[in-house]
Each structure stands twice: as structure tokens, then as C-alpha cells.
């Protein structure tokens, strides 16, 4: 299987035709995963923890001043406890992995998920980001790498923009910002070119800087997808481009 690197949206993201048409399209384009394996913006925890194993967990819901319908979603996934002991095994010897059995998904991994996979015949195992150093993150990726040989789907869930507190408009179809559009700009330029350390040091190369990500947790889970690469430094297929909100939507798929 790829990895992949996707802007996963607010809940609303559900009611945008042409976002759910780009992603149903995308995972159609896919093979059919075994599994998926999320690592989202929406759950830093150090140890790296891992999520519900049990059908039927309830979601996690983390957001708040949508409307009432967001909080009713539900996705019944099947559990993946085989996956679970697969990724506690791939850790380093004396690294410890915590358990967190009535976390369900969050909105970074079951908002997407409802459109590429709505059938929710897949299971899915979410775990925690232990760190946002992309160092470490690139680490975590080449530890995980093997489950893809067994159809793994491992997918970081972030945001290729995500500078909400510098947003004037709102609406969907909002005029990209210009701290979003170059930062996007840049992102594009730095994944055609397969250019790994400016991508590592974003923070102080990549223009936009520090409005696109005033916290850098949705562009964190880019550096677990890449590790999960057979080479980092490929040229990843950029998939989704354009903007939602203003916020650039980029998404990437590697090999």
C-alpha cells in the first residue's frame, strides 16, 4: 500500500462537493486496505499511545460550535487489535507504548474515512503523535513502514495550512490568505523537488511562517507518512491541491 498525507477538514468538510468528490476519487484509485493505521493533528501523547481496539468505541468529537448533526456522525469500524500488538511490537526495545482503550476516532481520522471509506468495512487503529519533532516523526514512519507490505493503509492526518487564528473569512470559498498561499506555494515546490531537510525545517524556511501554523501539529503527521516511505526523498504525487476556508488543502500520496 501508499501512505499518504491528507488535509483532513473540519466536520463540515462532509458538505463540501467537490473536497468529497477529490477524496472518494482517491480512495478509489487505491487497493482496498487490510487496515488503516491513522496518526492524526488531533492527538499529541507521549508515549505514543494507542486508540480503541473495539468495535464500536464511541467517537471522539473533539471540536466545538458546529451544528448539532456533526456530533450525531458515527462510524462503526471494525477494531484492529492485531494491528495494535503489531505496532506496540515495531517500537524500540525498552520504549514503552501506552494504551487507551475507550479513545475512538477523532475528527482527523473518522472525518475523511466517512467519505473515502463510508461502507466502514475496514478496521482502524488510530495512535498518538509522541512528539512533533519531524526528526522523530520521520523515525516513527520507518518503524511502521513494514505493515504496509501487509496492506496497511498509514495515513497522517493534518493540515497543509492551518492558520485559524489569522482568517477573516470563513466561508468555504474564501480568497486564499496570502501566508497560505505561499506557504502552499512552497510546499508544492519543496515535494516536486523531494527536498526532505526544508520540509524538516519549515518553521524557518517555508514563507507564511508563523501564520500558516502558529502550532505546528497539522503539519506534523507529513513527517510520519514520509517515514513511512520507501524513500523520503521521493517525489511524493500530489493528489488534492487547492484551498477550503483559505486553508490550502494539499494532500500527497507516496510509494
Do not use: C
Not at 466502514?120 to 520507518?142: C, F, H, K, N, Y
Not at 495515513?155 to 474564501?174: E, I, Y
Amino acid at each position: 500500500m501508499p501512505a499518504l498525507y491528507l488535509s483532513h477538514g473540519a466536520p463540515p468538510l462532509v458538505d463540501d462537493a467537490t473536497w468529497v468528490a477529490q477524496l472518494g476519487a482517491w480512495a478509489e484509485d487505491l487497493p482496498k486496505p487490510t487496515a488503516i493505521l491513522v496518526v492524526s493533528a488531533h492527538w499529541e501523547s507521549a508515549p505514543l499511545t494507542i486508540g480503541s481496539t473495539t468495535t464500536g468505541t464511541p467517537l471522539t468529537y473533539d471540536f466545538g460550535g458546529f451544528a448539532p448533526k456533526y456530533y450525531q456522525v458515527t462510524y462503526r469500524s471494525p477494531g484492529a487489535p492485531e494491528l495494535a500488538r503489531q505496532v506496540a511490537a515495531l517500537m524500540p526495545d525498552g520504549e514503552s507504548v501506552a494504551h487507551q482503550g475507550n479513545r475512538g476516532l477523532d475528527h482527523g481520522a473518522y472525518v475523511p474515512l466517512t467519505v473515502m471509506y463510508p461502507d466502514a468495512d475496514i478496521p482502524v487503529l488510530q495512535i498518538s503523535m509522541p512528539t512533533l519533532d519531524p526528526e522523530r516523526l520521520l523515525q516513527l514512519g520507518q518503524r511502521l513502514r513494514p505493515l504496509r507490505e501487509q496492506g496497511v493503509l498509514i495515513v497522517g492526518s493534518g493540515f497543509t495550512t492551518h492558520g485559524l487564528p489569522f482568517l477573516r473569512d470563513p466561508s468555504p470559498q474564501a480568497v486564499a490568505p496570502g501566508w497560505s498561499a505561499e506557504f502552499d506555494a512552497w510546499a508544492a515546490e519543496r515535494f516536486a523537488a523531494g527536498d526532505l531537510d526544508a520540509l524538516i525545517d519549515f518553521r524557518s524556511k517555508a514563507p507564511g511562517m508563523p501564520y500558516a501554523h502558529p502550532t505546528i501539529e497539522h503539519f506534523a503527521p507529513l513527517f510520519v507518512t514520509l517515514g513511512a516511505s520507501s524513500d523520503p526523498e521521493q517525489t511524493p504525487q500530489q493528489v488534492i491541491d487547492g484551498f477550503w476556508m483559505g486553508l490550502s488543502k494539499r494532500s500527497i500520496q507516496v510509494v
